[in-house]
């Protein structure tokens, strides 16, 4: 018997026989996949995953399938979570189904979606692949792709992207990123939409007829040092060798024919275990440490937090805005020129951008969330607002970014409401390297931030981090720039008052010594023009 409420599922052992994960159905969708425990008390329970849970509100036909068999354990049973009548839909803003992914988030997942989608990405994956073969790459299959379609004969249910790589000849970290530079400028160059994860791993984003994000294919690096195959973020190992990987061979699904590994066992074994041709939606990569640490260090890592705001905004369509932004606005236009360049850092859904704009002012709104994006251009057309794509993680995009702001040959105003403190200390440096570069004439930078952390705080949410002003001074230390505060305020966070300051950035001409600061610079000039 199936025993539903809002904390877990609760099912009779006797009724599981030999099924080791079971797929949870919410009306014929599904929502989730669990390993199935050992039994307490002669009952078996599953916790609601956090995401999911927070999602339970309405009445649902519940069904319990067995993963490998698809046989149905015991009846499906109508539930009512909470205290809503409405039948749950398990949606995200654009009506499409979610499932609980490989990431433990919920989302678009290819089963329930437009079969369209899967037609598509196998269309684009073999554009993407003549493309670069073209280039003279040798291209391959891993990943959820291989292994979909090597044991299904075709593309997962629950994956949401495809999987490409290309075997690398360099071994030295510096050469290995050149390479992947060297494409992506190939690709770009193609017209092919790029967010780039690190130095060895890009993504290429699709959208659909009405400019939304609709799907995306990864090429990831494979290469061999020391005798270890590598492919960044997650393998290192000797159990892949180069013949293992080439030359490719042609596997056909649905009519599109793509290249896989000469072995592709080989590299499936070595990813997913020896059980790997068992279904199991609940594996997870486990990457060592030691490998992890490797690859950030030699590649970094330029997709910190994106996911978490890609996710955040999948449940929007119209712009919210961050409401303490107002006061924020108001302190910041008080000193900007009529007709100002204006660049809203981290614009978010663009609500801000807009209302700048609407100041009398032509303003650029940049993020990294194409979700974001999304929901900032679902606006009015404005011939004075601007919005495009720029990865803060990323020094080389954040530099080729700056060039075109000093290439307009004009004093641009920065306005960064809580989006410097959403990225880590290293990647606050890109932040502060903009500005050096930027900021001309009467150019300043307002940061807004949080000074303590939220009281939800979670690691994987930036929305939950915060920055002090002291940390900000401390940062500035060799860079040109003078911090002034602006202000002190507080906001309300959930049932929490979270104190918010503002800081301005202004760039001070002359050297810098080591151990100085912008800040410190003028403390000093002030000094001596007082004596």
């Known amino acids: 018997m199936i025993d539903v409420d809002l904390q877990r599922i609760v099912l009779d052992p006797f009724t599981l026989e030999d099924a080791k994960v079971v797929d949870v159905r919410f009306d014929g969708h599904r929502v989730w996949s669990a390993s199935v425990p050992y039994a307490v008390d002669g009952v078996i329970s599953l916790p609601w995953p956090k995401a999911l849970a927070v999602r339970l509100s309405g009445v ?14 015991d009846e499906a049973v109508d539930v009512r979570f909470g205290r809503s009548s409405e039948r749950l839909s398990l949606t995200d803003a654009r009506g499409r189904w979610l499932a609980m992914t490989k990431w433990d988030r919920l989302g678009p997942v290819l089963e329930g979606r437009d079969g369209m989608v899967g037609r598509d990405l196998l ?38 992207d495809l999987d490409l790589a290309f075997y690398c000849h360099a071994d030295n970290p510096a050469d290995i990123g050149l390479e992947s530079y060297r494409m992506e400028r190939a690709l770009q160059a193609r ?57 490719t061979r042609p596997r056909e699904v649905e009519g599109v024919e793509l290249p896989e590994p000469a072995q592709p066992t080989a590299w499936l074994s070595y990813a997913y275990g020896p059980g790997w041709r068992i279904p199991d939606p609940t594996f997870k990569f486990v990457t060592p440490t030691s490998t992890r640490w490797r690859f950030e260090t ?64 032509r303003v650029v709104g940049v993020d990294y969330s194409h979700e974001a994006l999304r929901v900032a251009r679902s606006g009015p057309q404005d011939p004075a607002v601007d919005f495009r794509y720029l990865n803060l993680n990323d020094r080389a995009a954040v530099f080729e970014f700056a060039a075109w702001m000093l290439g307009t040959g004009e004093e641009w105003f920065v306005f960064a409401h809580h989006s410097v403190q959403a990225l880590t200390k290293t990647n606050r440096q890109n932040v502060l390297l903009f500005l050096d570069l930027v900021l001309r004439g009467r150019g300043f930078a307002d940061v807004i931030s949080d000074e303590t952390l939220s009281r939800r705080y979670e690691h994987g949410k930036p929305s939950t981090w915060h920055l002090p002003q002291e940390w900000l001074e401390r940062e ?51 000094t001596t023009i007082k004596e």
Request: charged residues 25%; hydrophobic residues 35%; proline residues 7%.
């Open 60 to 73: 649902t036909t519940v069904t319990i399938l067995d993963t490998v068999t698809g046989r149905r354990i």
């Open 123 to 160: 269309a684009n994956g073999r554009r993407i692949v003549d493309d670069l073969e073209a280039d003279g790459h040798e291209v391959y299959i891993v990943g959820g792709t291989l292994l979909g379609i090597v044991r299904d004969g075709g593309l997962l249910p629950h994956d949401d």
């Open 191 to 247: 017209g092919y939409t790029i967010v780039r994860h690190s130095l060895t791993h890009l993504e290429l984003q699709f959208f659909d007829s009405e400019g939304q994000p609709d799907h995306y294919i990864d090429i990831f690096t494979g290469f061999f040092r020391d005798g270890l195959y590598c492919q960044p973020f997650a393998l290192r190992g000797p159990e892949v060798t180069p013949e293992d990987l080439v030359p």
């Open 298 to 361: 030699w590649f970094g890592v330029y997709n910190r937090g994106r996911v978490y705001w890609d996710k955040h905004y999948l449940e929007y369509t119209d712009p919210v805005g961050f409401t303490p932004a107002r006061r924020s606005i108001r302190r910041f236009l008080r000193d900007v020129p009529p007709d100002a360049r204006i660049l809203d850092l981290g614009c978010g859904d663009g609500r801000w951008t807009r209302e700048l704009a609407a100041q009398g002012h």
């Open 476 to 526: 500035l230390v060799g860079h040109p720039l003078a911090l002034t505060p602006k202000g002190r305020w507080w906001r309300r966070d959930g049932r929490q008052l979270r104190p918010v300051r503002a800081a301005r950035l202004t760039r001070v001409p002359g050297p810098v010594l080591a151990g100085d600061n912008g800040s410190s610079r003028a403390a000093r000039r002030e």
